[in-house]
Nanobody
């Protein structure tokens, strides 16, 4: 059974940091890319970042570039999203997803999704 389990969300003040984790199981991790997405209330889902588990290449949305860092620990089948200099507009449910043939953070190209973790940034 494929599982993607996010953790690490919470409440943080503006300017603070959080590290999200996405633990994957049930598929060959090295054959997939992992992406992070977020959805705020009343807004469309937004692609944040992604990483290729095979070569480590990364992509960041302009809204998080320079503040967020994605990394992968292939030995643990886990991808992390380090989020620094958080802003209130980063408040959302964050989801990780896995895809074998992704196009950056185009959601439709991802095959498996986690349940999400809430990130709330207070001003």
């Amino acid at each position: 059974e494929v599982q993607l389990v996010e953790s690490g969300g919470g409440l943080v003040q503006a300017g603070g940091s959080l590290r999200l984790s996405c633990a994957a199981s049930g598929f060959t991790f090295d054959d997939y890319a992992i992406g992070w997405f977020r959805q705020a209330p009343g807004k469309e889902r937004e692609g944040v970042s992604c990483i290729s588990s095979s070569d480590g290449s990364t992509y960041y949305a302009d809204s998080v570039k320079g503040r967020f860092t994605i990394s992968s620990d292939n030995a643990k089948n886990t991808v992390y999203l380090q989020m620094n200099s958080l802003k209130p507009e980063d408040t959302a449910v964050y989801y990780c997803a896995a895809g074998a043939q992704i196009v950056k953070v185009v959601a439709a190209t991802y095959d498996y999704w986690g349940q999400g973790t809430q990130v709330t940034v207070s001003s």
